[in-house]
């Protein structure tokens, strides 16, 4: 008996099953280029600013003209947010050890969000099923594939080296948004923070908090990108080890 499913349209549409009209003249639009122009605007002005009208205005059409393609803002989001994250570079053959080939995969992902910081704002509101989507929890699977871990294990562990990538981001580009509405540099920032912190964090009451403080660590420098890259990294390292004492068990 044949099916009665039909794909959320949002899929259906970054998938191909759905591309907007094809009769006629060859249209000036396609998704391609509404999605790109899209991403233009939230890179350069931030997401906020985005409207319909925006994106027609820059691509020279009416507005109209794109709701042909894509019912609403939202629409055009889930198909920005999926093209944002851009295929990934898998070696061929995908030699080395799990380990190594995660590190990469997840400095892949972290890289996409960094040049897209917009992309820390559209809300996580299905299971992924986009293309590059898809292409990036494949890429993992392969990675984990000759390992003892089970499949919902492997799973599991690209959830929780994706949402390490998205926090990190998210703290950044909050970061740097804050930075920016005080009209300050990642130096002044920092330097106002360490200094906020000597005044207010008292030995008595803080006393391992104010030997950080007594070292100097808090100084400029700590939010700057070099810092936010170590953090990720360090965080990243500890969720691997995990992730390896695991293997080793499994092994065992």
Known sequence: MESSFELPREVALAWGADGGPRRGRKPRLDLDR???????????????????????????????????????????VQLMADAALGDPEIPDPLDGDWRTNLTVWANGASGSFRRHPWLTEVPVSQLPAMPRNIAWMDYALRILAHTPLTHQERLS??????????????????????????????????????????AVVEAERFPALRVIVDEHILTPGTGSPDAAEKIFLFGLDRILDGIEALIERRSR
């Open 157 to 198: 562990v690209i959830v929780l080296l994706n949402g390490h990538a998205r926090t990190e981001a998210t703290t950044s580009t909050q970061l740097a948004q804050g930075r920016a509405a005080a009209g300050r540099s990642n130096e002044d920032q920092d330097d106002v923070y360490a200094r906020t912190m000597d």
């Open 34 to 76: 509404i999605t790109a122009a899209a991403i233009v605007v939230a890179d350069t002005e931030g997401l906020a600013t985005l409207s319909m009208n925006r994106v027609a205005s820059d691509l020279g059409v009416s507005p109209m003209s794109l709701y042909r393609y894509v019912r609403s803002k939202d629409e055009l």
